[in-house]
């Protein structure tokens, strides 16, 4: 089976705060993805990348930045966590037609 | 992107089947259809997805209306288990091979006991 996993199933930080949060596939896909899910507004997307150091952003990058050094592993970055960075963060990767999914990280930033 | 429709909610009995609905009326040739579901507090989970054809896999099937402007999801023999957010999802491609999915805000489907 695919795993997908994220470093944290719940986060709490502070404002202006720099927020690393890691995800982890063990399947050797190229593409790795991640969003954000808020009440009402579904799943949009943050950043993605097709392989590694290659990245493009998604429908709402502002505020955030990624890494991906490794093919397995796909960092999102917030530089200066703000409040309403609170999410729920989710990464994925895929291969073909499907996205596999973590778990999703609940931050809280207070 | 082509927009998808979907109601809401729906509840249906455990044991029986569940037909979920998707309207995609601007689906263009080349857009597949695909189907996840969310489990509450969980990562989005892949169903199946389709282009023309009706699809089958040991989880659902997938049926898609010669036209392409809808299609449905079936559960054949719903389980509590199943109780989960649905989303119907036109495929837009990104650079290389990566895929985006917009969810929009699916259907929940309540599994009753």
């Known amino acids: 089976d695919v795993k997908v996993t994220q470093s944290s199933r719940y986060l709490v930080k502070r404002t202006g705060e720099k927020v690393f949060l890691e995800c982890v596939q063990d399947?050797?896909?190229?593409?790795m993805f991640w969003y954000r899910q808020d009440p009402g507004l579904g799943l949009r997307l943050i950043y993605f990348?097709?392989?590694?150091?290659?990245?493009e952003k998604g429908d709402i990058p502002e505020g955030y930045s990624v890494s991906r050094e490794k093919k397995e592993r796909f960092s999102l970055i917030l530089e200066s966590a703000s409040t309403n960075q609170t999410s729920m963060y989710l990464c994925?990767?895929?291969?073909?037609?499907?996205?596999?999914f973590g778990p999703g990280t609940r931050l809280t930033v207070l | 992107d082509a927009k998808t429709t979907q109601p809401p909610s729906m509840d249906c009995a455990e044991g029986r089947a569940a037909n979920l609905p998707c309207n995609h009326s601007?689906?263009?040739?080349?857009?597949?259809v695909y189907w996840y579901r969310q489990i509450h507090s969980q990562g989005p989970q892949y169903i199946i997805h389709?282009?023309?054809n009706n699809e089958t896999n040991e989880m659902a099937s997938l049926i898609i209306t010669e036209d392409r402007k809808s299609s449905t999801l079936i559960l054949p023999h719903a389980t509590l288990r199943d109780t989960a957010v649905y989303y119907c999802?036109?495929?837009?491609?990104?650079?290389?091979?990566?895929?985006?999915?917009?969810f929009g805000s699916g259907t929940q489907l309540t599994v009753l006991p």
């Open positions: 399947m050797d896909h190229e593409n």
């Open positions: 994925a990767s895929s291969f073909s037609h499907t996205q596999y």
């Open positions: 999802i036109v495929r837009v491609a990104l650079s290389g091979s990566a895929r985006q999915l917009t």
């Open positions: 601007t689906i263009s040739g080349n857009e597949y």
């Open positions: 389709g282009l023309k």
């Open positions: 990348s097709y392989d590694v150091k290659m990245k």
